[in-house]
């Protein structure tokens, strides 16, 4: 018993000084901390010499009868960019995607450029005309 005690508080000793002096701080991209001799600066994305763009995907269209996603589309983020790969063409009573938009990032342009269709033949189910946008800050 002695022993067991002996062990608790030497580990409770060992746990309890390792967080002394741990301090957890949050920065914006730009925001600089100082202390004493440490300066920290957030430099999201200055790093790294190419720059990715985030993707998150969801569901567009849900089939509710089979508890399953008919469409899933992606939004591409690089830092306030957002551009949005979805079904531009749904044809409802085949749950099938015509037309996808597509995103392209261009890294050294820090932009996207959207590719949508313009012109769309419904009887032929394809796209006549595209049209690019650049999405940028």
């Keep these: 018993m002695y022993r067991f005690v002996l062990l608790f508080i030497i580990t409770g000793l060992i746990c309890w000084s390792g967080n002394i002096g741990a301090k957890e ?3 914006n991209a730009g925001e ?15 790093a790294s010499t190419d720059p990715t763009a985030l993707a998150i995907k969801d569901c ?15 939004t591409y983020v690089y830092k306030n960019i957002e551009c949005i790969e979805e ?15 597509k995103c392209t ?23 006549l005309q595209t049209k690019d946008t650049k999405l940028s800050r």
């Design 32 to 46: 600089i901390f100082h202390q004493g001799d440490l300066t920290v600066t957030c430099g999201w994305g200055q």
């Design 87 to 101: 079904c531009q063409h749904w044809d409802e009573f085949n749950s099938t995607c015509h037309y996808r938009t």
């Design 25 to 27: 701080i949050n920065l």
């Design 60 to 74: 567009q269209y849900w089939d509710d009868f089979d508890q399953k996603c008919l469409f899933e589309k992606t």
């Design 105 to 127: 990032f261009y890294p050294s342009q820090k932009s996207f450029v959207k590719t949508t269709c313009e012109r769309f033949d419904d009887f032929e189910k394809t796209c």
